[in-house]
């Protein structure tokens, strides 16, 4: 063992004993002779961060297509927002900060531009044309195996959404705040864009968490470490959890799925659209189509749909 080796398995000697241990991880699917002076974890956080699918993510949509503003989240700031949130939950609850890191920043490296609505028009027009479907999580995985991650993180990318469960705490805790992230600073944006304003939130679920974005993350932040002290799970308390399961589900009705995005996700249809089908009649392989409109940011792939 070297003292790099001996250092960091002090260091983890005070982390909780559900949290993972860097010399403990998996590996990764090609083995690679260990760094020096970072753990694999740290390893697999600068490889997200000196990555192209992660620098193109500051000229994707969060909600907005393309607007007209300097202060509307991007992928790229969700991501960091994601990620700031779950290092102060992992510390609190004394899991692996360098996981944790690594799983928020890479968890979204996957998605498309134009937010959901082109992961829903590239999803439709992979399953018409060629009988698959797409989920940016998977595309993701992809983006995180060509870069050689740990298995770990991999998994906690992977899992941040739909139906699996992550692996480690580390990965179901990022799960969790990712939604506490975008459902907080989605709702600063749609206000700040018109389609919301502070009256309109729901009375109830605001009196639990809180009449701020701030306030309302610090209360689930709050939540969710007293709840999983010194237990083998992620949990949050009923009302905070409920709360703010219903304020999600408010923000799909009133923002994400309302007559107001209607046109938004038209026009990310139909970018969407005509580009796949140039792709795919000029003869490019399935993976490299679903590959290059993935990684696309909103103003290329307007511009490309524009000069077709």
Partial sequence: ???????????????????????????????????????????????????????????????????????????MTHTLETTAISRVVARALRLNEDLTEA??????????PFGHAGEDALDAAVHERLGRRFRHNEQ?????????????????????????????????????VDRVAYINHDIDDAVRYGLLSDDDLPREE???????????????????????????????????????????????????LGPQAAPQHARAHEVVHRIFDHLVERGDSEDEVVDYIAGMTDRFALAYAESL
């Fill in 1 to 75: 063992m070297t003292p790099f080796d001996k250092r960091i398995r002090a260091l983890e000697e005070s982390l909780s004993p559900f949290a993972v241990r860097s010399l403990e991880t998996r590996g990764r699917a090609l083995p690679e002779e260990e760094s020096a002076v970072r753990t694999p974890f740290q390893r697999d956080r600068d490889r997200i961060v000196h990555s192209k699918p992660f620098r193109r993510l500051k000229g994707k949509t969060q909600v907005f297509i393309d607007p007209a503003g300097d202060h509307y989240r991007t992928r």
């Fill in 103 to 112: 799983i928020g920043l890479g968890h979204d490296m996957g998605h498309t």
């Fill in 140 to 176: 993701s995985l992809r983006i995180a195996r060509s870069l050689n991650l740990t298995h770990e993180v991999c998994d906690g990318i992977l899992t941040h959404t739909g139906e699996r469960e992550p692996a480690t705490l580390e990965g179901k805790m990022v799960r969790l």
């Fill in 206 to 256: 605001i009196a639990i968490l809180g009449p701020t974005g701030s306030a309302r993350i610090d209360a689930l932040v709050r939540d969710i470490v007293e709840e999983s002290e010194g237990v083998d799970e992620i949990r949050q308390s009923s009302e905070v959890g409920e709360a703010m399961l219903a304020l999600r589900a408010f923000m799909f009705e009133r923002v994400y």
